[in-house]
C-alpha cells in the first residue's frame, strides 16, 4: 500500500492527495510536525512510499510518477469537479 506523508494544511499534499483520489488509489497517510525542523531529517512533504519502497519526495516527483503508473479511474472528471466546487482554494492538477 502507498504511504503518504503529509499536513491537511499543505497545498502540495493537497493535490497529491487529490490526484491519489482521481487515480483511486488507497494510501496510507501519516501525519508530520508543522515545523520541518522537527520532522525526522527535516522531511519534506509531501513525501510518498510506494510500494515497492521507492521514496518520492514533493508534488514535482511525486505527480509524474503516479501518472507514469496509474490510470485516472471513470469518474475522476466528477472529482475535479466537486473539488473545484467544494474547496475553496482549490488548484487544478491539469
Known sequence: MLELWQAEWCPHSHAVRQRLTELGLDFVAHQVAAD????????????????????????EEILPWLDEH?????????HRAKARAEVKDFAELR
Open 70 to 78: 496509474f490510470d485516472e479511474r471513470d469518474d475522476a472528471a466528477r
Open 36 to 59: 520541518k525542523d522537527d520532522r525526522p531529517d527535516g522531511m519534506e512533504i509531501p513525501r510518498l512510499l510506494t510500494e515497492q519502497g521507492e521514496v518520492l519526495s514533493g508534488e
